[in-house]
């Protein structure tokens, strides 16, 4: 920024700048790229890289506080001056961004001079954004010297804990310096924000020493925070340099961390390099071996699946195969689904196979819908096949459960009808979409239809509609069903409104024997609301 200097001090002007020049001369072209382009491309106007004059003689003229010319200039220039005197006019500006911006400025400004001064004034300011832009000035200057900018941010942080965090923040993204930032962990009282500062060291870290990020994660991190930032770093390392992040994986000593560390690199290698992937697994010992080839073999399948039936074909252990099925078949099914059911079939009765067939119909479903169901609906009676159906009717209705709707009258009769019309019933209740209830309304009564209600009377449509859902439980043709549903609707409605559910309950389709037991429950209940304070 040029400030116009007065003639009396041309000396003390040309101390300040080449003050200015050697800090500039001094930071790290990274620190000029990162973290002041922001700062610098708005403030373009001011160093002579974009001559605005017509937006600046705008601001001026809305803002008789300003002079002609940059705005922002000439308000740094007074405040530099006299910054009390230009505090007070900072705070008759009106807010906005535009006033942030002014803020940052002349505190940008003032920071060059004398960054303590400003850090002072900055942080007596009142709370809020004005304040916070404040302070970011001063922190983007003060990043030629971020040790003393540290520092002073940890003395800072009794009035103000953010100034701490992004101070290192700024250092840890813009410096790249997260051994120093690092030294100041422990002054962050905020278990949060230090978390926050530690997920941002090591993701710096980890792009030229994932080795001393694992360590450092070790030595300050714990729980969740350890958890996903060792999965991030191996994710990134599996994907980059999988032999460096199969040596580091030796060092995880927690054992839920270290299986899930291994399905990812194991996953993604088996993508990009599956016979060094192979070769990896073999180094491993018992459950940490078996699952690592499994995960490979899953990755592999992803991009090569034909490679991955002869591997497992050619093998000796009959473990691996069955293993290997459920993502192959996956895989396959959606380019060669009879070769994928085929594969399938080859597998024994047993859970194995359920999970090969699960995954080979959503796979397939994904191309040939249709195909798909047709195949699970004339799967042989029973649970298995009511669960295959189930699984693509949700799929179906998860999308649109109109089209879903649309598929009852082609499911057999029976569980796999009624399961189907209850998933579809609670996809479209969590839209609350009145087009449910026309649905609703021009299904036959029966098993289909109660099932439906079902689902709306367990629904948060309950709470909302109590008089709409109790009338649909009312409805219900199952005698047995109506009756819990009707009590279980009443009751939950008696909880924000006694007297409305005692009204309705008065004409429940029940037995008399049974709606005299639930209208003497709800009278308790509306005279026990009378009673209490």
């Given at each position: 920024?040029?400030?116009?200097?007065?003639?009396?001090?041309?000396?003390?002007?040309?101390?300040?700048?080449?003050?200015?020049?050697?800090?500039?001369?001094?930071?790290?072209?990274?620190?000029?790229?990162?973290?002041?382009?922001?700062?610098?491309?708005?403030?373009?106007?001011?160093?002579?890289?974009?001559?605005?004059?017509?937006?600046?003689?705008?601001?001026?003229?809305?803002?008789?506080?300003?002079g002609h010319g940059d705005p922002?200039?000439?308000?740094?220039?007074?405040?530099?001056?006299?910054?009390?005197?230009?505090?007070?006019?900072?705070?008759?500006?009106?807010?906005?961004?535009?006033?942030?911006?002014?803020?940052?400025?002349?505190?940008?400004?003032?920071?060059?001079?004398?960054?303590?001064?400003?850090?002072?004034?900055?942080?007596?300011?009142?709370?809020?954004?004005?304040?916070?832009?404040?302070?970011?000035?001063?922190?983007?200057?003060?990043?030629?010297?971020?040790?003393?900018?540290?520092?002073?941010?940890?003395?800072?942080?009794?009035?103000?804990?953010?100034?701490?965090?992004?101070?290192?923040?700024?250092?840890?993204?813009?410096?790249?310096?997260?051994?120093?930032?690092?030294?100041?962990?422990?002054?962050?009282?905020?278990?949060?924000?230090?978390?926050?500062?530690?997920?941002?060291?090591?993701?710096?870290?980890?792009?030229?020493?994932?080795?001393?990020?694992?360590?450092?994660?070790?030595?300050?991190?714990?729980?969740?925070?350890?958890?996903?930032?060792?999965?991030?770093?191996?994710?990134?390392?599996?994907?980059?340099?999988?032999?460096?992040?199969?040596?580091?994986?030796?060092?995880?000593?927690?054992?839920?961390?270290?299986?899930?560390?291994?399905?990812?690199?194991?996953?993604?290698?088996?993508?990009?390099?599956?016979?060094?992937?192979?070769?990896?697994?073999?180094?491993?010992?018992?459950?940490?071996?078996?699952?690592?080839?499994?995960?490979?073999?899953?990755?592999?399948?992803?991009?090569?699946?034909?490679?991955?039936?002869?591997?497992?074909?050619?093998?000796?252990?009959?473990?691996?195969?069955?293993?290997?099925?459920?993502?192959?078949?996956?895989?396959?099914?959606?380019?060669?689904?009879?070769?994928?059911?085929?594969?399938?079939?080859?597998?024994?009765?047993?859970?194995?196979?359920?999970?090969?067939?699960?995954?080979?119909?959503?796979?397939?479903?994904?191309?040939?819908?249709?195909?798909?169901?047709?195949?699970?609906?004339?799967?042989?009676?029973?649970?298995?096949?009511?669960?295959?159906?189930?699984?693509?009717?949700?799929?179906?209705?998860?999308?649109?459960?109109?089209?879903?709707?649309?598929?009852?009258?082609?499911?057999?009769?029976?569980?796999?009808?009624?399961?189907?019309?209850?998933?579809?019933?609670?996809?479209?209740?969590?839209?609350?979409?009145?087009?449910?209830?026309?649905?609703?309304?021009?299904?036959?009564?029966?098993?289909?239809?109660?099932?439906?209600?079902?689902?709306?009377?367990?629904?948060?449509?309950?709470?909302?509609?109590?008089?709409?859902?109790?009338?649909?439980?009312?409805?219900?043709?199952?005698?047995?069903?109506?009756a819990v549903q009707i009590q279980?609707?009443?009751?939950?409605?008696?909880?924000?409104?006694?007297?409305?559910?005692?009204?309705?309950?008065?004409?429940?389709?029940?037995?008399?024997?049974?709606?005299?037991?639930?209208?003497?429950?709800?009278?308790?209940?509306?005279?026990?609301?009378?009673?209490?304070?």
């Open positions: 920024m040029k400030t116009k200097f007065r003639s009396g001090f041309v000396p003390f002007a040309l101390w300040v700048a080449a003050t200015v020049a050697a800090y500039w001369i001094g930071m790290s072209q990274q620190s000029r790229s990162d973290a002041l382009v922001d700062s610098h491309n708005r403030k373009g106007s001011l160093n002579g890289t974009n001559n605005n004059s017509a937006a600046n003689a705008k601001k001026a003229q809305n803002n008789p506080l300003l922002n200039e000439e308000l740094a220039s007074r405040f530099v001056r006299d910054p009390d005197k230009g505090i007070i006019e900072l705070e008759k500006l009106p807010p906005g961004k535009s006033t942030q911006d002014a803020y940052q400025d002349v505190f940008e400004e003032l920071a060059s001079i004398d960054a303590l001064r400003a850090a002072a004034l900055a942080l007596n300011l009142s709370p809020g954004p004005n304040r916070a832009a404040a302070l970011t000035g001063v922190q983007l200057i003060w990043l030629g010297d971020p040790k003393a900018l540290l520092d002073w941010a940890s003395t800072a942080a009794d009035t103000d804990p953010d100034v701490l965090q992004s101070s290192l923040m700024m250092v840890v993204k813009s410096e790249e310096k997260p051994a120093l930032a690092a030294q100041y962990l422990d002054k962050i009282a905020d278990p949060s924000a230090r978390n926050q500062v530690i997920t941002a060291i090591a993701s710096v870290m980890s792009q030229s020493d994932p080795a001393g990020t694992l360590s450092f994660l070790g030595q300050v991190a714990s729980g969740m925070t350890y958890n996903n930032n060792v999965q991030i770093l191996f994710g990134n390392l599996s994907k980059h340099d999988p032999p460096t992040a199969a040596t580091l994986i030796n060092q995880l000593t927690d054992l839920n961390t270290r299986q899930a560390v291994i399905a990812t690199l194991a996953t993604n290698w088996g993508q990009s390099d599956p016979q060094a992937a192979v070769l990896w697994t073999q180094t491993l010992q018992g459950a940490d071996a078996t699952s690592a080839l499994n995960s490979v073999l899953s990755g592999w399948a992803q991009n090569d699946p034909k490679s991955v039936l002869a591997y497992i074909t050619g093998t000796a252990d009959p473990s691996t195969y069955y293993s290997a099925v459920p993502a192959l078949a996956q895989s396959m099914s959606a380019s060669d689904p009879q070769s994928a059911l085929a594969l399938v079939q080859s597998l024994p009765d047993g859970s194995t196979k359920d999970k090969a067939l699960n995954s080979a119909l959503l796979g397939m479903a994904k191309s040939n819908f249709a195909y798909a169901l047709d195949y699970a609906i004339n799967l042989p009676v029973g649970s298995n096949r009511d669960t295959e159906i189930g699984s693509l009717v949700g799929l179906q209705a998860n999308a649109s459960p109109a089209q879903a709707a649309k598929l009852l009258d082609q499911i057999p009769a029976g569980n796999a009808q009624l399961n189907a019309a209850s998933t579809v019933a609670a996809a479209w209740v969590k839209q609350n979409s009145p087009t449910f209830l026309d649905w609703l309304g021009g299904l036959p009564e029966g098993d289909v239809r109660d099932a439906a209600i079902v689902q709306l009377d367990s629904s948060g449509q309950a709470a909302k509609h109590p008089s709409a859902v109790f009338a649909q439980a009312n409805s219900i043709s199952n005698p047995d069903l109506r279980t609707v009443l009751i939950n409605w008696a909880v924000k409104d006694p007297q409305a559910a005692l009204a309705a309950a008065q004409n429940a389709n029940l037995p008399d024997d049974q709606r005299a037991s639930l209208v003497q429950k709800l009278t308790q209940s509306v005279t026990r609301s009378k009673n209490s304070p």
